[in-house]
């Protein structure tokens, strides 16, 4: 009987703890996603102004998106290529509930995001 209630513990804090990592999973993607769509809107505004192509201004896009993590509590690394390119990149963890029990400790999640800047006039991508 104590081997089966081991047994079932295992059992179900696998699947607990598993779908607490999954959880952990999707949010750190959606933080990158978000992250991306914030450093997005940092747009150069000179540059637009002059007609020139769109583009962000790459560290005013790294300081919003780098923000948006921190205040999501994430860690993560952004970068900026060719301004029109946010590549973002978080890490987290989650604490298992049951699995802590027989020594397995935090568990490590991650996501990615990549945010192309397009320009889009009367439903047409320019």
Do not use: C, W
């Amino acid at each position: 009987m104590a081997i089966f209630m081991f047994l079932l513990i295992i059992i179900m804090g696998a699947a607990v703890d598993l779908g607490g990592q999954m959880r952990s999973m999707q949010k750190a993607d959606d933080v990158a996603r978000e992250a991306g769509r914030q450093g997005a809107q940092a747009l150069d505004v000179d540059a637009a102004m002059a007609g020139n192509a769109q583009q962000v201004d790459p560290g005013m896009a790294r300081a919003a998106a780098e923000n948006y993590l921190a205040s999501a509590g994430v860690t993560g690394q952004v970068s900026v290529q060719a301004g029109t390119l946010l590549d973002v990149t978080t890490a987290t963890t989650y604490q298992p509930v049951f699995l802590g029990i027989i020594g397995i400790g935090e568990l490590n999640a991650s996501g990615h995001a990549q945010v192309q800047l397009i320009r889009v006039v009367n439903g047409q991508e320019r």
